[in-house]
């Protein structure tokens, strides 16, 4: 059984339905232009620019099991005591376990510029306590007391409690910026 082919285009019709011609081939699908997306960045930081070389004066160097801690002109000292109490809250954490000195000060930068930049408050900082290093000496604990104590969006810090990691950690206290320190006018 052969269909003539106008049996064929009356089924055809009959299949699809009523059909309107097209009076033009060209459609503007939009008249907005789409968005633009910027391209990714990479992040260079200048570690100068945040770094203050006034508050390195006489350091001493810790050992393992020793706390640290800091706070700047003007802090109440029980700032630290409401760090420790968990107080402020923990909105971020940065683990340096297993990175060079160069590479702890390239994250350590990054992860503070991020943090500043979202509004976060009080961040905890993991470095570890040194026992793989020489002469059993913390270097990235001794490294990160100074380079807090420089940093200029730092308002305190100090050794976590012994369930937050102890002498191998530290809670930051950061500089809020001023698009959100009317959230925290009252705290201090």
Same mark, same amino acid.
């Given at each position: $059984? !052969? ?5 064929? =285009? ?5 299949? &699809?339905? @009523?059909? !309107? ?13 789409? @968005?633009?997306?910027? %391209?990714? @960045?990479?992040? /260079? &930081? ?8 006034? +508050?390195? +004066? ?9 706390? /640290?801690?800091?706070? &700047? ?7 630290? %005591?409401? $760090? ?8 971020? *954490? ?7 000195? =160069?590479?702890?000060? =390239? *994250?350590?930068?990054?992860? #503070?510029?991020?943090? #500043? ?8 900082? /993991? ?6 290093? *020489?002469? +059993? ?33 530290? #809670?930051?206290?950061?500089? #809020? ?5 009317? =959230? ?5």
């Amino acid at each position: $059984m !052969t269909n003539t082919p106008q049996e064929e =285009q009356n089924l055809f019709l009959n299949t &699809i339905g @009523k059909v !309107t011609p097209i009076k033009s081939d060209k459609h503007n699908l939009s008249s907005e232009k789409p @968005k633009p997306y910027p %391209k990714k @960045k990479t992040l /260079i &930081i200048n570690h100068h620019e945040v770094l203050n070389s006034n +508050n390195a +004066n006489s350091l001493q160097t810790v050992q393992a099991e020793e706390s /640290i801690q800091y706070t &700047i002109d003007g802090l109440q000292n029980k700032v630290l %005591k409401k $760090m420790r109490k968990g107080y402020y809250g923990l909105d971020a *954490e940065l683990d340096l376990h297993g990175l060079t000195i =160069q590479q702890a000060k =390239q *994250e350590l930068f990054k992860f #503070l510029h991020f943090c #500043l930049q979202d509004g976060l408050h009080c961040v905890r900082i /993991i470095h570890g306590k040194g026992y793989r290093s *020489e002469n +059993n000496l913390p270097v990235l604990k001794n490294e990160l007391n100074l380079w807090l104590r420089q940093h200029s969006d730092i308002r305190a810090f100090c050794s976590a409690s012994q369930k937050d990691g102890g002498t191998g950690a530290v #809670l930051v206290l950061l500089r #809020l910026s001023s698009k959100y320190s009317d =959230q925290y006018d009252s705290e201090d």
